[in-house]
Each structure stands twice: as C-alpha cells, then as structure tokens.
C-alpha cells in the first residue's frame, strides 16, 4: 500500500471538481465519500442535493474564518493511498478505516483531537482513495505536520499486517524522487516510454560508469544529446549542473532543467566527483594522469573478461569483508558495471540488461557511504567496456558476455543478502529483481556459445567422455550425478579437454571451482562450472575453430600433467 502526499494547493473547489469528475488519465468510477470529519458531511457523489461549493464552504471554514492576512497561501492538503494491483478489492467500510487512520497518522486529525483539520476522503476507483484536507485547524492553529510522510509510510506498514496486503519494502530515505503523475501523463502525450526524470536518471548514471573526471562525465552528458548547464562559483570550481531533454519544455516554450541531486541523491556533483578519487584507469596511473590520459580502446571481448574477474574479486569482498563502506562501494561500482553492459550490450540482450541496471540502481544505493577508492577493480571494468564500444553478442563477446552476467548474477543475489543483513529492505528487493533480469539476459546471451561446446562435447570419444565423468565424481562426488544428467554436461565436457589440453590437472580445477561457492542452489551446475573453469584457467570462452574434441587421443586427455599448474593464474589484459 503506497502512501503519496502531493504538492499542496491553494483551491478546495479544484481539487474537489477533479476527484469528483470524469478524471484526465484514468477513468473515475462513481466518485464518492467513504469517510470525514464529520459524519454528515455531504456527498455530492450519492447525494443529488450535495453540491462541490458545498463540500468546498465546509472544509474552508477554519480558513475564512481567519483575518486574510494570516490565511496560508498553500492550505490544501492532498493525500493519495493505492493498494498494491495483487491486493483484494477492500470495501467502502475499510477504506474509510485506512483513512481515519491515515490523517491521524500524519497529524491532519489525531485520535481525539476535536479541533483537528476538516477532511474528506473520496473514492473513485477500487484501488485507492484521496484524502483532501485544509490546513487550519478549527481552534485556527496550524497542524503539526512533520515527517507526515515517513509516518504515513509507517502507518501503511500497520495497515498492511491488519488486513493482510502486499507487504510493501520500508523505505530509508536514500530512493530517487518518485515521478509525478503530472510527469508520467506528459510522457504519455509526448508518446515517451519514461517520464523525463526517469530518462534522465538513466543517462546520467550510464555517464558516471567507469568516468575518471568531472570533464569527461559533462562530455558524455552532452555526448548523449542532453542540454548541460553549470554552475561555477567566483573562485572558478564548480559548483553543481543540471540537465534537460531537448524535448522536454514548459509551457513558455523553455527546457525543464533538473540538477543531479533532484535525479537521484548520489547523483548530485559532490558525490559523484568522490568515485573520480579512485584511480579507474590503470593501476600505475595517478589521479590526475587519469583525468587526462584517455583509456586504450580494447576489444568487447577483452573488457567483458576483464569484468568478469573484477566481478569475481568483488564478490569475494563483499562475502568476507567487514569494512561497510568497502562492501557499499563494491556494490555501488556494480551499478556502474551494468549501466555500462546495458549501453554496450547488443541488441538480443539489451532490453533484460537495461531493466536489470534499472533495478539495481535502488541497490547500489544506502546510508552506508561507500569508499569508492576500495572499487579500482570494478570502477576501471566499467570504464574498459565504455571504451571498448558495442558488442554484437556473437562468438567470443557473447560468449564474454555469457561468462560475465554468470559471475554478475552471484555478486547481485550476494549484495542482496548484504543488504538484508543491514535491514535495507528495499535495496535487498531491487537487488533480487535485477539478478532475475541478469538471469534472463544470461539465457539469451550463453544460448549460442553453450550449443557451439555442447556440440563439441557431443563429439568427443566415449572413452575420453567415461574418463570425465570419472574425474567429476571423484572431484564432486555429492553433486556428480545430477551434473551428469544436465543438459550442460556436454560443454563442460568440452572445457574439461580444453583444460587439459592446456596442461591443467581437471580434477583439481573442478575442486577448487566448487569450493569458491556453493552450487546447490544453481539452475544449472554444469553452466556454473563451464564458465568458472574457462575464467580460472583463461581459455578462450568462444572458439569452435581451434581446441577441436578430436586434436587430444584419449591417452593424452586422460594423462595428468605430472606438475599441475596454478589454477589461479594472472588473468591476461
């Protein structure tokens, strides 16, 4: 159940003849009273004498009644309760319940308080209700009306339990502005998919992944077709700046302009200039070499690898590190990782990667302040696949690609438990809703490469296929045999040669593959293990014109190298 207090306004009348009428966006079914200050209020809904000048003297009472110079200019009150679409349609009896609830939650009319605020509660739709209510209290004092919006949210926690709703995740104050529905119906009319605010949020942040300098994050704002201005103070440095779409105007014709921290709370200058103290571009560089030494342009493949192993180094800070602000980092420069995958993504993936980068923005953000000069790995990743350009998603970047959503699935579903240990109920959510969108675009993504190893294990020798399945139920004797049953068992039979042939011992390789995380819980054990060994060992994750099955006699294959190598090798750059 969503609690939205709106702008206040200076006309009862107007917003009466609204929740009353016909409506602008959604159609208003039989507007009616279900609960007011007073009992014999009149309705003109149900009542056919009731008028909305009538409706509007009464509230407005306390108002006139007061000398005109101490009037508030702003004095109505506008609330707005939505039950959630899953949630069974309530009666007129419980909706006026949640509304005597919800006014003295706010302090508009606190239990047994006669002087209180006059309100009325109008229903139009079964889904929620609105509560319109004056600001001057019958005694002429004003309400106390702080934080009404943090104690509406809580009271809705309440009335949640009680009538058994859709348990709604409790904020902490660290989301982005909500868009307005006045925002939400111009990008209707202007045949938008996001309102401008959302858009903007989007390409701001897909600006600041992987960015070295405040210089850099303004060209890529205005790279991307924004209007950019800024703000600079007498003494030269700058102070904020702020954003518009082209399209987007006011009704004098002028673009409608937004600073960062009205995006977003971690999009405002300051905390974005704090990621530009890491040093994302290579480890030998310094801070302001960074700032003005463009990174190589490296090859989608390439970077996608790289990330991979950023992922995976991440993934193991936030499973044991105890320093909050290095874990928060970890997890905010995840963001910046998959606001980049999305912009370079290709096209078959990109819709599931967008909404995934989406999602995880409300995770990669909390009130624990994130020591951005802990994520060099994930920082300097991002930047790589920025630079790197797109991807077509076939043969070794999609496989790339495939190898990386793999890792970036167990690092979101690992910050999700992060969060869920610290209560940030909402961040934990967002974050198990983009591992589902990184699921779906590893599906799409892992398709063609998996079917390229599968064919290949397919045709290795029985011999040689009997000798794998021998050395995976000596390596994982509890998890052998439902491996052996997937589907994925022909490509890791496949990597399994390919280690070999590379002078890997494969038992050993898939015991310490296992032991790095659990594997209970994978869709698949066998796409798990393809992907960890190909990192581990650094073969190539898409190449079906070399390391063919038959180039090994199954002597060779099934001869261990007398020394094994380190399985833990310095991944190639």
């Not at 996608?304 to 997890?331: F, K, M, N, P, Y």
């Not at 696949?385 to 990386?404: C, I, K, W």
């Amino acid at each position: 159940m969503i609690p939205s207090i709106h702008k206040r306004g200076s006309e009862t009348i107007g917003l009466i003849r609204y929740l009353y009428g016909p409506g602008t966006d959604e159609e208003h079914i039989d507007p009616h009273l279900v609960a007011a200050f007073d009992p014999l209020t009149p309705d003109p809904g149900r009542d056919p004498k009731a008028t909305y000048e009538q409706l509007q003297r009464l509230l407005d009472q306390p108002v006139n009644a007061l000398p005109a110079h101490r009037r508030p200019k702003k004095h109505v009150w506008h609330l707005s309760v939505r039950a959630a679409p899953d949630d069974p349609i309530l009666s007129d009896e419980q909706w006026g319940d949640i509304a005597r609830r919800t006014v003295a939650a706010t302090g508009i009319a606190p239990d047994g308080d006669d002087s209180a605020c006059r309100w009325a509660a109008v229903r139009h739709a079964d889904d929620h209700i609105h509560i319109i209510a004056t600001l001057v209290r019958d005694d002429g004092r004003r309400p106390r009306l702080h934080n009404e919006a943090r104690r509406a949210q809580t009271e809705c926690r309440r009335i949640e339990a009680d009538y058994n709703l859709r348990r709604v995740a409790s904020g902490d104050g660290t989301a982005a502005r909500r868009t307005t529905s006045a925002e939400r119906h111009k990008a209707e009319r202007l045949g938008r998919d996001r309102a401008a605010r959302e858009e903007l949020r989007e390409t701001v942040r897909r600006a600041v992944a992987g960015s070295a300098s405040t210089d850099e994050f303004l060209d890529r704002l205005k790279d991307a077709g924004l209007l950019v201005r800024t703000k600079v103070l007498p003494s030269g440095d700058l102070k904020g700046y702020t954003v518009a779409l082209p399209g987007d105007r006011n009704k004098d014709g002028e673009p409608i302009f937004f600073s960062g921290s009205k995006l977003a709370p971690d999009l405002s200058l300051p905390r974005i200039q704090e990621r530009f103290t890491t040093n994302s571009a290579s480890p030998e560089t310094t801070d302001n070499e960074q700032s003005q030494r463009p990174a190589a342009p490296s090859a989608p493949a390439t970077a996608r690898r790289t990330t991979t192993h950023a992922a995976w180094a991440a993934l193991l800070v936030l499973d044991h590190s105890g320093d909050e602000g290095t874990a928060a980092a970890q997890i905010a420069a995840t963001g910046e990782v998959l606001d980049a995958l999305a912009k370079t993504s290709a096209l078959h993936t990109r819709n599931e990667l967008r909404q995934a980068a989406w999602e995880f923005e409300r995770a990669s953000r909390s009130h624990t302040r994130a020591e951005f000069r802990h994520a060099h790995g994930l920082r300097r990743a991002a930047r790589d696949l920025v630079h790197s350009g797109p991807a077509f998603g076939r043969g070794e970047d999609g496989a790339g690609t495939a190898m990386v959503l793999d890792t970036l699935i167990f690092l979101a579903i690992a910050a999700a438990h992060w969060h869920a240990k610290r209560q940030h109920a909402q961040q934990a959510e967002a974050a198990r809703r983009a591992a589902a969108h990184l699921r779906s675009a590893y599906q799409q993504a892992a398709a063609e490469p998996l079917a390229v190893l599968r064919e290949r294990g397919r045709r290795i020798a029985p011999p040689l296929r009997r000798h794998h399945a021998t050395t995976v139920r000596a390596a994982l004797p509890d998890l052998a045999e439902t491996l052996l049953a997937e589907p994925g068992w022909d490509a890791l039979a496949a990597t399994l040669s390919d280690a070999t042939q590379a002078g890997h011992n494969p038992q050993a390789l898939l015991t310490e593959a296992a032991a790095r995380r659990e594997l209970d819980t994978a869709d698949s054990i066998s796409e798990v293990l393809v992907w960890r060994l190909r990192r581990m060992t650094d073969l190539p994750a898409y190449d079906p014109a070399t390391t063919q099955a038959g180039r090994l006699t199954d002597r060779q294959a099934m001869t261990p190298p007398l020394t094994a190598p380190s399985t833990s090798r310095t991944p190639r750059r």
